[in-house]
Protein backbone atom coordinates (compact mmCIF):
# COMPACT_ATOMS: atom_id res chain seq x y z
CA UNK A 1 0.00 0.00 0.00
CA UNK A 2 2.32 2.11 0.72
CA UNK A 3 3.74 2.40 -3.54
CA UNK A 4 0.38 2.77 -4.01
CA UNK A 5 -0.10 5.69 -2.05
CA UNK A 6 2.45 7.47 -3.29
CA UNK A 7 2.13 6.96 -6.86
CA UNK A 8 -1.55 8.11 -6.59
CA UNK A 9 -0.37 11.24 -4.57
CA UNK A 10 2.15 11.99 -7.32
CA UNK A 11 -0.12 11.32 -10.13
CA UNK A 12 -2.87 13.99 -8.58
CA UNK A 13 -0.18 16.40 -7.30
CA UNK A 14 1.99 16.41 -10.79
CA UNK A 15 -0.89 16.84 -13.09
CA UNK A 16 -2.29 19.82 -10.89
CA UNK A 17 0.99 21.48 -10.77
CA UNK A 18 1.61 20.74 -14.68
CA UNK A 19 -1.61 23.04 -15.64
CA UNK A 20 -0.70 25.54 -14.00
CA UNK A 21 2.91 27.15 -15.71
CA UNK A 22 0.37 27.19 -19.43
CA UNK A 23 -2.27 28.87 -17.81
CA UNK A 24 0.31 31.52 -16.44
CA UNK A 25 2.01 31.46 -19.54
CA UNK A 26 -1.22 32.74 -21.46
CA UNK A 27 -2.41 34.77 -19.07
CA UNK A 28 0.57 37.02 -19.01
CA UNK A 29 0.62 37.34 -22.58
CA UNK A 30 -2.72 38.07 -22.97
CA UNK A 31 -1.84 41.07 -20.20
CA UNK A 32 0.77 42.19 -23.00
CA UNK A 33 3.62 41.40 -20.81
CA UNK A 34 6.88 41.38 -22.52
CA UNK A 35 8.41 37.85 -23.56
CA UNK A 36 11.62 38.18 -21.58
CA UNK A 37 9.35 38.41 -18.54
CA UNK A 38 7.82 35.34 -19.42
CA UNK A 39 10.84 33.85 -20.14
CA UNK A 40 11.96 34.60 -16.68
CA UNK A 41 9.29 32.94 -15.18
CA UNK A 42 10.22 29.62 -16.59
CA UNK A 43 13.74 30.79 -15.66
CA UNK A 44 12.56 31.10 -11.67
CA UNK A 45 11.27 27.40 -11.87
CA UNK A 46 14.84 25.94 -13.08
CA UNK A 47 16.43 28.08 -10.69
CA UNK A 48 14.78 27.58 -7.80
CA UNK A 49 15.37 23.72 -8.26
CA UNK A 50 18.93 24.23 -8.85
CA UNK A 51 18.94 25.75 -5.86
CA UNK A 52 17.26 23.59 -3.43
CA UNK A 53 18.59 20.48 -4.57
CA UNK A 54 21.68 20.36 -2.59
CA UNK A 55 20.32 20.97 0.55
CA UNK A 56 17.76 18.16 0.26
CA UNK A 57 19.94 15.78 2.24
CA UNK A 58 20.13 18.10 5.10
CA UNK A 59 16.92 18.91 5.20
CA UNK A 60 15.76 15.59 5.12
CA UNK A 61 17.66 14.69 8.12
CA UNK A 62 16.03 17.18 10.03
CA UNK A 63 12.25 16.94 8.97
CA UNK A 64 12.29 13.31 8.13
CA UNK A 65 11.28 11.92 4.30
CA UNK A 66 7.87 11.56 4.79
CA UNK A 67 6.85 14.81 6.53
CA UNK A 68 9.21 16.43 3.93
CA UNK A 69 7.10 14.57 1.01
CA UNK A 70 3.56 15.67 2.68
CA UNK A 71 4.61 19.11 3.33
CA UNK A 72 5.65 19.76 -0.19
CA UNK A 73 2.16 18.60 -1.40
CA UNK A 74 0.72 21.92 0.97
CA UNK A 75 2.80 24.26 -0.86
CA UNK A 76 1.37 24.35 -4.43
CA UNK A 77 -1.94 24.86 -2.81
CA UNK A 78 -0.76 27.97 -1.16
CA UNK A 79 0.43 28.85 -4.39
CA UNK A 80 -2.54 28.16 -6.34
CA UNK A 81 -4.68 30.31 -3.85
CA UNK A 82 -1.78 33.31 -4.77
CA UNK A 83 -3.02 33.11 -8.76
CA UNK A 84 -6.14 33.27 -7.55
CA UNK A 85 -6.05 36.23 -5.31
CA UNK A 86 -3.84 38.70 -7.58
CA UNK A 87 -2.82 39.11 -10.82
CA UNK A 88 0.71 40.97 -10.40
CA UNK A 89 3.04 39.54 -11.92
CA UNK A 90 5.56 40.11 -9.24
CA UNK A 91 3.64 38.43 -6.75
CA UNK A 92 3.54 35.59 -9.53
CA UNK A 93 7.17 34.82 -9.96
CA UNK A 94 7.80 34.77 -6.82
CA UNK A 95 5.07 32.17 -6.42
CA UNK A 96 6.86 30.77 -9.47
CA UNK A 97 9.70 30.53 -7.32
CA UNK A 98 8.47 28.45 -4.59
CA UNK A 99 6.42 26.34 -6.92
CA UNK A 100 10.00 25.43 -8.00
CA UNK A 101 11.40 24.90 -4.51
CA UNK A 102 9.12 22.87 -3.40
CA UNK A 103 9.01 21.11 -6.34
CA UNK A 104 12.20 20.39 -6.17
CA UNK A 105 12.21 18.87 -2.94
CA UNK A 106 9.08 16.68 -3.81
CA UNK A 107 10.76 15.28 -6.73
CA UNK A 108 14.32 14.42 -5.33
CA UNK A 109 11.72 12.91 -1.63
CA UNK A 110 9.61 10.77 -4.54
CA UNK A 111 12.34 8.90 -6.19
CA UNK A 112 13.66 8.63 -2.75
CA UNK A 113 10.54 7.05 -1.20
CA UNK A 114 9.63 5.45 -4.07
CA UNK A 115 13.20 3.54 -5.08
CA UNK A 116 13.54 2.83 -0.65
CA UNK A 117 10.13 1.21 -1.07
CA UNK A 118 10.74 -1.10 -3.71
CA UNK A 119 12.46 -4.37 -2.90
CA UNK A 120 16.20 -4.73 -4.52
CA UNK A 121 14.71 -7.86 -7.27
CA UNK A 122 11.58 -5.81 -8.52
CA UNK A 123 13.63 -1.92 -7.33
CA UNK A 124 14.07 -1.60 -11.45
CA UNK A 125 10.20 -2.56 -12.46
CA UNK A 126 8.88 -0.57 -9.95
CA UNK A 127 10.86 2.80 -10.88
CA UNK A 128 10.31 1.86 -14.34
CA UNK A 129 6.33 1.92 -13.89
CA UNK A 130 6.87 5.13 -11.72
CA UNK A 131 8.78 7.09 -14.09
CA UNK A 132 5.77 6.00 -16.72
CA UNK A 133 3.23 7.35 -14.82
CA UNK A 134 5.33 10.32 -14.41
CA UNK A 135 5.71 10.47 -18.30
CA UNK A 136 1.40 10.25 -18.76
CA UNK A 137 1.15 13.00 -16.20
CA UNK A 138 3.31 15.31 -18.49
CA UNK A 139 0.80 14.51 -21.43
CA UNK A 140 -2.17 14.65 -19.59
CA UNK A 141 -1.49 18.11 -17.15
CA UNK A 142 -1.58 20.19 -20.34
CA UNK A 143 -4.11 17.54 -21.90
CA UNK A 144 -6.50 19.01 -18.95
CA UNK A 145 -6.19 22.70 -20.00
CA UNK A 146 -8.54 22.12 -23.29
CA UNK A 147 -11.37 20.92 -21.01
CA UNK A 148 -10.92 23.69 -18.48
CA UNK A 149 -9.67 26.90 -20.79
CA UNK A 150 -6.74 29.20 -19.97
CA UNK A 151 -8.59 32.02 -19.15
CA UNK A 152 -10.85 33.12 -15.92
CA UNK A 153 -9.69 30.34 -12.51
CA UNK A 154 -11.01 27.61 -13.96
CA UNK A 155 -8.06 26.03 -14.41
CA UNK A 156 -6.71 27.05 -11.11
CA UNK A 157 -9.95 25.13 -9.34
CA UNK A 158 -9.40 21.82 -11.48
CA UNK A 159 -5.71 22.07 -9.95
CA UNK A 160 -7.27 22.86 -6.73
CA UNK A 161 -9.29 19.67 -6.35
CA UNK A 162 -6.52 17.30 -7.94
CA UNK A 163 -3.63 18.69 -5.40
CA UNK A 164 -6.32 18.20 -2.23
CA UNK A 165 -6.49 14.43 -3.86
CA UNK A 166 -2.77 13.81 -4.18
CA UNK A 167 -2.86 14.92 -0.42
CA UNK A 168 -5.37 12.97 0.40
CA UNK A 169 -3.85 9.34 -1.27
CA UNK A 170 -0.81 9.88 1.66
CA UNK A 171 -3.32 9.50 4.79
CA UNK A 172 -1.71 6.94 6.77
CA UNK A 173 1.59 7.04 4.74
CA UNK A 174 3.89 4.95 7.18
CA UNK A 175 7.73 6.25 7.52
CA UNK A 176 10.56 4.03 6.36
CA UNK A 177 12.83 2.58 8.44
CA UNK A 178 15.68 4.82 10.14
CA UNK A 179 18.32 6.68 8.00
CA UNK A 180 21.66 5.61 7.55
CA UNK A 181 24.42 7.68 9.90
CA UNK A 182 26.07 8.90 6.11
CA UNK A 183 27.45 12.21 7.11
CA UNK A 184 25.29 15.34 6.04
CA UNK A 185 27.74 17.54 4.13
CA UNK A 186 29.12 14.47 1.76
CA UNK A 187 25.34 13.04 0.87
CA UNK A 188 25.05 15.34 -1.94
CA UNK A 189 28.64 14.92 -3.14
CA UNK A 190 28.77 11.08 -2.38
CA UNK A 191 27.83 9.81 -6.18
CA UNK A 192 30.09 12.72 -7.96
CA UNK A 193 32.94 11.00 -6.29
CA UNK A 194 31.90 7.56 -6.32
CA UNK A 195 29.94 7.37 -9.73
CA UNK A 196 30.26 10.39 -11.29
CA UNK A 197 29.42 8.25 -14.87
CA UNK A 198 25.50 8.74 -13.49
CA UNK A 199 26.00 11.97 -12.88
CA UNK A 200 26.97 12.50 -16.20
CA UNK A 201 23.98 10.32 -17.50
CA UNK A 202 21.73 12.49 -15.71
CA UNK A 203 23.26 15.13 -17.24
CA UNK A 204 22.69 13.43 -20.95
CA UNK A 205 19.09 12.65 -20.01
CA UNK A 206 17.98 16.30 -19.24
CA UNK A 207 20.17 17.18 -22.25
CA UNK A 208 18.69 15.22 -25.06
CA UNK A 209 15.15 15.61 -23.21
CA UNK A 210 15.15 19.97 -23.06
CA UNK A 211 16.93 20.85 -26.85
CA UNK A 212 14.91 18.59 -28.47
CA UNK A 213 11.74 19.89 -26.58
CA UNK A 214 12.76 23.76 -27.74
CA UNK A 215 14.20 23.34 -31.35
CA UNK A 216 12.61 20.33 -32.99
CA UNK A 217 9.36 22.59 -33.53
CA UNK A 218 11.87 24.93 -35.46
CA UNK A 219 13.32 22.07 -37.18
CA UNK A 220 10.17 21.24 -38.48
CA UNK A 221 9.00 24.45 -39.49
CA UNK A 222 12.32 24.94 -41.49
CA UNK A 223 11.08 21.22 -43.07
CA UNK A 224 7.67 22.77 -44.16
CA UNK A 225 5.54 21.35 -41.73
CA UNK A 226 2.72 22.87 -40.39
CA UNK A 227 2.89 24.56 -36.59
CA UNK A 228 0.22 21.92 -35.67
CA UNK A 229 2.08 19.30 -36.52
CA UNK A 230 5.45 21.07 -34.93
CA UNK A 231 3.85 21.10 -31.77
CA UNK A 232 2.77 17.49 -32.28
CA UNK A 233 6.77 16.65 -32.40
CA UNK A 234 7.03 18.21 -28.68
CA UNK A 235 3.93 15.20 -27.89
CA UNK A 236 6.25 12.18 -29.65
CA UNK A 237 8.74 13.32 -27.19
CA UNK A 238 6.76 12.69 -24.43
CA UNK A 239 5.41 9.46 -25.89
CA UNK A 240 8.79 7.97 -26.15
CA UNK A 241 9.86 8.47 -23.13
CA UNK A 242 6.49 7.39 -21.63
CA UNK A 243 7.20 3.90 -23.68
CA UNK A 244 10.61 3.38 -22.37
CA UNK A 245 10.16 3.80 -19.20
CA UNK A 246 8.22 0.12 -17.78
CA UNK A 247 10.01 -2.37 -20.37
CA UNK A 248 13.28 -0.75 -19.45
CA UNK A 249 13.06 -0.88 -15.90
CA UNK A 250 12.08 -4.38 -16.39
CA UNK A 251 15.42 -5.21 -18.26
CA UNK A 252 17.47 -3.44 -15.14
CA UNK A 253 16.50 -5.76 -12.94
CA UNK A 254 18.01 -8.37 -15.43
CA UNK A 255 20.77 -6.70 -17.65
CA UNK A 256 24.04 -4.72 -16.38
CA UNK A 257 23.10 -1.17 -16.57
CA UNK A 258 25.89 -0.24 -18.26
CA UNK A 259 25.11 -2.13 -21.38
CA UNK A 260 21.40 -0.36 -21.50
CA UNK A 261 22.71 2.99 -21.00
CA UNK A 262 24.94 2.47 -24.21
CA UNK A 263 21.54 1.06 -25.82
CA UNK A 264 19.78 3.96 -24.89
CA UNK A 265 22.74 6.37 -26.19
CA UNK A 266 22.90 4.61 -29.46
CA UNK A 267 19.10 5.30 -29.64
CA UNK A 268 19.86 9.04 -29.12
CA UNK A 269 22.68 9.13 -31.52
CA UNK A 270 20.25 7.57 -34.47
CA UNK A 271 17.99 10.41 -33.37
CA UNK A 272 20.54 12.93 -34.37
CA UNK A 273 21.34 11.54 -37.81
CA UNK A 274 17.90 11.02 -38.24
CA UNK A 275 17.30 15.12 -38.25
CA UNK A 276 20.03 14.87 -41.07
CA UNK A 277 17.56 13.62 -43.44
CA UNK A 278 14.51 15.84 -42.23
CA UNK A 279 15.13 18.87 -44.90
CA UNK A 280 14.65 15.73 -47.81
CA UNK A 281 11.98 14.02 -45.46
CA UNK A 282 10.23 15.46 -43.14
CA UNK A 283 8.97 12.46 -41.39
CA UNK A 284 12.20 11.44 -40.32
CA UNK A 285 11.28 14.16 -37.30
CA UNK A 286 8.98 12.12 -36.05
CA UNK A 287 11.39 9.39 -35.41
CA UNK A 288 13.72 11.76 -33.83
CA UNK A 289 11.01 12.51 -31.98
CA UNK A 290 10.44 9.63 -30.52
CA UNK A 291 13.84 8.43 -30.34
CA UNK A 292 15.26 11.55 -28.23
CA UNK A 293 12.18 10.99 -25.96
CA UNK A 294 13.22 7.58 -25.05
CA UNK A 295 16.98 7.90 -24.64
CA UNK A 296 16.14 11.24 -22.32
CA UNK A 297 13.82 9.49 -20.07
CA UNK A 298 15.54 6.15 -20.48
CA UNK A 299 19.17 7.48 -19.33
CA UNK A 300 17.36 9.23 -16.01
CA UNK A 301 15.49 5.58 -15.51
CA UNK A 302 18.73 3.88 -15.40
CA UNK A 303 20.75 6.02 -13.25
CA UNK A 304 17.44 6.32 -11.14
CA UNK A 305 17.49 2.41 -10.58
CA UNK A 306 21.42 2.31 -10.21
CA UNK A 307 21.37 4.72 -7.43
CA UNK A 308 18.01 2.97 -5.58
CA UNK A 309 20.30 -0.19 -5.33
CA UNK A 310 23.34 1.50 -4.19
CA UNK A 311 22.23 3.88 -1.35
CA UNK A 312 20.12 3.89 1.49
CA UNK A 313 18.26 6.42 3.95
CA UNK A 314 20.07 10.02 3.83
CA UNK A 315 23.09 8.79 1.14
CA UNK A 316 20.06 7.29 -1.20
CA UNK A 317 18.24 11.11 -0.70
CA UNK A 318 21.64 13.07 -1.22
CA UNK A 319 22.43 10.87 -4.39
CA UNK A 320 19.31 11.18 -6.50
CA UNK A 321 19.47 14.80 -5.24
CA UNK A 322 22.93 15.01 -7.05
CA UNK A 323 20.84 13.32 -10.25
CA UNK A 324 17.71 15.73 -10.02
CA UNK A 325 20.54 18.63 -10.08
CA UNK A 326 22.71 17.35 -13.08
CA UNK A 327 19.37 16.89 -15.24
CA UNK A 328 18.30 19.97 -14.26
CA UNK A 329 21.93 21.02 -15.55
CA UNK A 330 21.92 19.54 -18.84
CA UNK A 331 18.10 20.60 -19.39
CA UNK A 332 19.24 24.27 -18.77
CA UNK A 333 22.42 23.93 -20.72
CA UNK A 334 20.83 22.24 -23.99
CA UNK A 335 18.61 25.02 -25.22
CA UNK A 336 21.39 27.69 -24.73
CA UNK A 337 24.13 25.76 -26.40
CA UNK A 338 21.71 24.53 -29.63
CA UNK A 339 20.36 28.43 -29.79
CA UNK A 340 24.18 29.36 -29.83
CA UNK A 341 24.71 26.55 -32.51
CA UNK A 342 21.56 26.97 -35.21
CA UNK A 343 22.43 30.76 -34.90
CA UNK A 344 26.04 29.99 -36.64
CA UNK A 345 24.89 26.97 -38.63
CA UNK A 346 21.24 26.92 -39.31
CA UNK A 347 21.47 23.97 -41.60
CA UNK A 348 22.81 20.33 -39.25
CA UNK A 349 23.94 22.37 -36.85
CA UNK A 350 21.65 20.86 -34.07
CA UNK A 351 21.89 17.37 -35.26
CA UNK A 352 25.54 17.79 -35.49
CA UNK A 353 25.61 19.49 -31.71
CA UNK A 354 22.94 16.18 -30.45
CA UNK A 355 25.56 13.71 -32.35
CA UNK A 356 28.41 15.25 -30.77
CA UNK A 357 27.57 15.27 -27.18
CA UNK A 358 26.10 11.94 -27.57
CA UNK A 359 29.41 10.69 -28.74
CA UNK A 360 31.07 12.18 -25.78
CA UNK A 361 28.82 10.35 -23.35
CA UNK A 362 29.37 6.55 -25.49
CA UNK A 363 33.27 7.40 -25.54
CA UNK A 364 33.53 8.04 -21.66
CA UNK A 365 31.38 5.25 -20.76
CA UNK A 366 33.74 3.04 -22.97
CA UNK A 367 36.81 4.31 -20.68
CA UNK A 368 35.51 4.32 -17.70
CA UNK A 369 33.90 1.58 -15.58
Given at each position: ?73 F ?67 P ?46 T ?93 A ?64 G ?9 I???L ?7
Open positions: MTLARLFGSTFCELIGVLMLMPVLTVQLAAQGQPAWLIGLFGAALYLAIFIVTPFTARITRRCGLREIYIATGAPLLVVGVFVITEAPGVWLLAVAVLGASGGLRWVSAESYVASAATPARRGAVIGAFQTMVGACFVLGAMLTLTGTTGHLAFQVSAVLLVAGLLCLWGLPALPAADDTPVPGAFRLWRERPLLVLAALLGGFLESGPATFLPVEALDAGLSGRAAAGLVAVLGVGGFVIQFPLGLMADRFPAASLLRAMLVAGLGGALLLLLAARWPALWAAAFLWGAAGGGIYTLAMVTVGHAYTGVALVGATSALVFAFAGGAALSPALTGGVMQVAPSGFAALMAAVCIGWVLRTRR
